[in-house]
């Protein structure tokens, strides 16, 4: 079955980079039925969607306008995962971080029905 | 403040049924599909009803949704004590280019 499994540190410091990665297994990241996607969530804010990148014949990113001038999604397909960057963060980006995945076409779900396990991330010094 | 609204808390009983709503506009559920996802802290969000009122397998059928307009709607009938959670209404937006969440409502068991 899909999975998926995230990595990257717990802690980040004020003005520097959060950097995560969601390696895929049972699927691939350049599949032309999936859409692969960052969602965060915290106590204050609920769950927020961050951005996706998903592959038609070319690669394409679509991002959240919270964090557009902050954020890249890339794909790397030769270990087939996705990763996040999110730059410049403060003690509001704190959050617990989820990679997940649309499925679409005629047994997709058009949602998020594979999920990461999630990464607490704190901006802190 | 989120794009999608939702109550932010619900309650009842053991065995009682409970709605909760969800409000949008035409650019997001009044044009898209909208899913309905169920989450405990500290795990990962689970998919509880997708395209408006599609169980994916292994829900049980205890939990419905429909959607009329701009806005959508999850039942839980038959209430249970595991049933207490964060529920999340979403959608996609075609004004944003992006996935709208409403804010979560908090369902209690009492």
């Known amino acids: 079955q899909v999975q998926l499994q995230q990595s990257g540190p717990g802690l980040v410091k004020p003005s520097q980079t959060l950097s995560l990665t969601c390696a895929i297994s049972?699927?691939?990241?350049?599949?032309?039925?999936?859409?692969w996607h960052w969602i965060r969530q915290s106590p204050s804010r609920g769950l927020e969607w961050l951005g996706r990148t998903y592959f038609r014949f070319h690669w394409y990113n679509d991002y959240a306008v919270s964090v557009k001038s902050r954020v890249t999604i890339n794909p790397e397909t030769s270990k087939n995962r996705f990763s996040l960057q999110l730059k410049s963060v403060t003690p509001e980006d704190t959050a617990m971080y989820f990679c997940a995945r649309i499925s679409q076409g005629t047994d997709g779900t058009n949602a998020f029905d594979i999920w990461g396990q999630g990464t607490v991330v704190t901006v802190s010094s | 403040q989120s794009v999608l609204t939702q109550p932010p808390s619900a309650s009842g009983t053991p065995g009682q049924r409970v709605t909760i709503s969800c409000s949008g506009s035409?650019?997001?559920?009044?044009?898209?599909?909208v899913h309905w996802y169920q989450h405990l802290p500290g795990s990962a969000p689970k998919l509880l009803i997708y395209s408006n009122n599609v169980r994916p397998s292994g829900v049980p059928d205890r939990f419905s949704g429909s959607k009329s307009d701009t806005s959508a709607s999850l039942a839980i009938s038959g209430l249970q004590s595991e049933d207490e959670a964060d529920y999340y209404c979403?959608?996609?937006?075609?004004?944003?280019?992006?996935?709208?969440f409403g804010g979560g409502t908090k369902l209690t068991v009492l």
């Open positions: 979403a959608a996609w937006d075609d004004s944003l280019n992006g996935v709208v």
């Open positions: 035409s650019s997001n559920i009044g044009g898209n599909t």
């Open positions: 049972g699927d691939s990241v350049s599949s032309n039925s999936a859409t």
